[in-house]
């Protein structure tokens, strides 16, 4: 069976950093770009970043640029976002999702996580 | 950027309807257009791929169409099953918007 099971969320104050994780399991994880979308209180979705999946090419929202970071351990079948410079905004849920090709370009998300919740406030 | 704006955002329908929900691309995005449904608490699910392609295990009452800057997702006999926000997304080229959602409520 095909998984995602997202760790990490948790309360964070404003300016700190938090890392989350997805492990993957079901498929052959190298060969699947990945993608993190979150999803605000009540709010609609935004894709934040992707990475693909051999050259690990990485793709970034303008609203994380510079503060967020892609990776993945294609040894542990795991995909990480490193949060940094944290601020109020980006509170919500953070899925990570599994595209349907390799490199990230004119693919979509076919297989999502459960999602981990980050909240960040004082 | 490419922008995506849903229409309605809230739909009232009844079991067994038919149901349209229309979303327009802000510039052409070809057919790299998906759909999703999301229920309260739970993950997004993907329906339709590429304007108008079923994903697999997705009933066949659902359906997709269009391409350029105008898509629709049609409903052709509502189930309970259904009723959820729905959510699209362009995915042309490397970046992606999602759609703001239509929640499909029962009336």
């Known amino acids: 069976e095909v998984q995602l099971v997202e760790s990490g969320g948790g309360l964070v104050q404003p300016g700190g950093s938090l890392r989350l994780s997805c492990a993957a399991s079901?498929?052959?994880?190298?060969?699947?770009?990945m993608s993190w979308v979150r999803q605000a209180p009540g709010k609609g979705l935004e894709w934040v970043s992707s990475?693909?999946?051999?050259?690990?090419?990485?793709y970034y929202a303008d609203s994380v640029q510079g503060r967020f970071t892609i990776s993945r351990d294609n040894s542990k079948n795991t995909l990480y976002l490193q949060m940094n410079s944290l601020r109020a905004d980006d509170t919500a849920v953070y899925y990570c999702?599994?595209?349907?090709?390799?490199?990230?370009?004119?693919?979509?998300?076919?297989?999502w996580g459960q999602g981990t919740m980050v909240i960040v406030s004082s | 950027d490419i922008q995506m704006t849903q229409s309605p955002s809230t739909l009232s329908a009844s079991v067994g309807d038919r149901v349209t929900i229309t979303c327009r691309a802000s510039?052409?995005?070809?057919?790299?257009l998906a759909w999703y449904q999301q229920k309260p608490g739970k993950a997004p699910k993907l329906l339709i791929y590429?304007?108008?392609s079923l994903q697999s295990g997705v009933p066949s009452r659902f359906g997709g169409s269009g391409s350029g800057t105008e898509f629709t997702l049609t409903i052709s006999s509502l189930q309970p099953d259904d009723f959820a926000t729905y959510y699209c997304?362009?995915?042309?080229?490397?970046?992606?918007?999602f759609g703001q959602g239509t929640k499909l409520e029962i009336k």
């Open positions: 999702a599994k595209e349907t090709g390799g490199d990230h370009y004119c693919d979509t998300f076919d297989i």
């Open positions: 997304q362009q995915y042309n080229g490397y970046l992606n918007t």
């Open positions: 510039q052409s995005i070809s057919s790299w």
């Open positions: 079901g498929f052959t994880f190298t060969n699947y770009a």
């Open positions: 590429k304007a108008s």
């Open positions: 990475i693909s999946g051999g050259r690990q090419s990485t």
